[in-house]
């Protein structure tokens, strides 16, 4: 893992959870939303079991909760794949592909 602490994934956890509410309301399809609506579903699950950390340990390096470190990598990077497809607002575009590269990278090492 990049030794991500505590604070930092829930900062990214929640900025991308804020883009993903746009991307929601921007999708075309009920595919396009049902996509969006997976990947909300897996991080407001993870953002909850972070919230019963401690904030005496936000400082340490963050471990996934809720579900494999693999399987929220696995669907952060399906995500990222249909995004040039699914987004069509180009700062909605933007601000999602930063965003789940940032996480992308830190569940990597």
Known sequence: MNNISFAEAIEIICDLSKVLDDAYWEANSCD?????????????????????????????DYEVIS?????????????????????????????????LHQLIVALTK
């Open 67 to 99: 579900v494999s470190q693999e399987a929220l990598k696995q669907a952060l990077t399906l995500f990222q794949q249909r995004v040039p497809k699914q987004v069509r607002r180009q700062s909605t575009l933007i601000r999602l592909n930063a965003l």
């Open 32 to 60: 396009d939303k049902d996509q969006v609506y997976n990947l909300t579903s897996i991080l407001n699950t993870e953002f909850i079991e972070m919230s019963k950390v401690s904030v005496q340990d936000h400082h340490f």
